[in-house]
């Protein structure tokens, strides 16, 4: 479904875990598990510089079962680029003009406002208007008509379009994120909002499922499923709920990834008898080899402009990352230090790569300025898997362990603020980060 929206008239088991194997050897058409909690943020650290902002109520928000100015608020702070500021004890809607001396002695330089309305066929109208308190006038204003269903995401729509206004790049609250769960004997492929709310399964399973990828545009996911007690890719139509067949070649088939055209997949696969890279058309025929070694290749993934393909090979003797030319051939160690470096992610934007490292036995996340070469750790926690970009470049999602069981979390590039999408029933691993919808 997709929303309706007008501008309103201004005022005057992991990857880690099978690689170790290896080396040693709109609304989502989806149906909701069972007794799922929903996630819980947690939002922790502090930008260095932040934009302070407020958000009123919006009037009659209470007829909606969802605070739109909640989640609004939560979503900007999550970027690590904004504070909140309490609003001021007034009422506000998109149609009242502010004092703007009063809310820059708030030290609010930002205020959003609006007010939400029931339709006679049952949907509701939500309407914002944005304001800039330091210069005294409107950022913008925008509609939105959708039913109950669907307030989160205008709520989340809401909050892009702030952020694009006031830092000047694209927001990805709108967006979405895969992750695989384990409770009990079942394995789901989870579908959630970016905040981690909204979850649905996509496919249920008793046997595991590993490697979420995302094709562009957003509509589908190729996964790795053991229901046929080996590793096979399938690819999900998210909306109509289509499942097909990617690879079932003889011996393994892991690591699925697309191509950012999204004409072609590439994957580890074992055809030869060790692990090796192959591309293939994104229904899946042809394999076409890309590594020849006698080591194990796994995990590729395209670079952001397609020309080239990260992936990680133990031909050192210990598993690194190296880039190869999307063709094949000419690969070249990427990382330089340690003896365990694993699970690359290119940025969108191309600057950076998020990748997992062991350093001292702890499994670690940091990024690699691509141009520079110089490398960061983000994290301080000991078992970080499977880091994937959000679509603007400016957050990470990745999954670790805290408090005995896994979790997904969420970092700024610099590693200053981070979030915790933490559920209260099962494990949560391999996150993959949605693209911008097409």
Not at 284 to 296: A, E, F, K, Q, Y
Not at 346 to 360: E, H, M, V
Request: hydrophobic residues 40%; contains cysteine.
């Amino acid at each position: 479904m997709q929303d309706s929206f007008a501008p309103i008239a201004p005022l005057s088991p992991s990857r880690r875990a099978l690689l170790g194997c290896a080396v040693t050897l709109p609304a989502l058409a989806l149906s909701a598990p069972p007794a799922l909690a929903q996630f819980r943020v947690e939002v922790s650290g502090a930008g260095a510089s932040q934009i302070p902002f407020s958000a009123v109520t919006f009037r009659d928000n209470g007829i909606l079962s969802d605070d739109i100015a909640a989640i609004v608020r939560a979503d900007l702070e999550r970027s690590g680029l904004f504070r909140f500021v309490a609003p001021l004890p007034v009422a506000h809607d998109e149609m009242s003009r502010p004092d703007f001396n009063a809310w820059r002695q708030k030290t609010a330089d930002a205020l959003l406002t609006g007010s939400v309305s029931r339709l006679a066929d049952g949907r509701f109208d939500v309407r914002f208007r944005a304001w800039d308190t330091v210069k005294g006038q409107e950022l913008g204003a925008m509609q939105f008509t959708e039913p109950q269903n669907r307030m989160r995401n205008v709520a989340h729509k809401i909050a892009d379009y702030l952020y694009e206004r006031l830092t000047g790049d694209k927001g990805v609250f709108s967006t979405r994120i895969a992750y695989v769960t384990k409770q009990g004997s079942q394995h789901r492929l989870m579908i959630a909002d970016a905040d981690g709310e909204g979850s649905a399964a996509a496919f249920t399973s008793s046997e595991p499922i590993i490697s979420p990828s995302w094709a562009p545009g957003g509509s589908q996911v190729a996964y790795v499923s053991f229901e046929s007690r080996k590793p096979v890719i399938y690819s999900h139509d998210i909306f109509s709920r289509q499942r097909r067949m990617l690879a079932n070649f003889r011996g393994s088939n892991s690591a699925p990834s697309w191509s950012p055209d999204g004409r072609q997949l590439v994957a580890t696969l074992s055809l030869s008898g060790n692990s090796q890279i192959y591309a293939m058309a994104s229904g899946g025929s042809s394999p076409r080899r890309l590594t020849n070694s006698g080591s194990i290749d796994t995990e590729p993934v395209f670079s952001a402009d397609g020309r080239s393909i990260y992936f990680v090979s133990d031909r050192a003797g210990s598993p690194q990352i190296y880039r190869m030319d999307a063709q094949g051939g000419g690969a070249q160690r990427i990382t330089t230090s340690g003896t365990y470096n694993i699970s690359p992610s290119p940025s969108p934007d191309g600057r950076l790569l998020a990748f997992i490292s062991r350093i001292g036995g702890a499994f670690r996340l940091h990024v690699m300025d691509l141009s520079s070469g110089s490398v960061s750790a983000l994290t301080e926690t000991s078992a970080d898997e499977s880091p994937s970009f959000a679509p603007n470049s400016r957050l990470i999602v990745y999954a670790t362990r805290e408090g005995g069981r896994d979790a997904l979390m969420t970092t700024t590039v610099d590693g200053r603020v981070k979030t915790r999408l933490a559920s209260s029933q099962g494990d949560i691993r391999e996150p993959d980060w949605g693209p911008f919808a097409a």
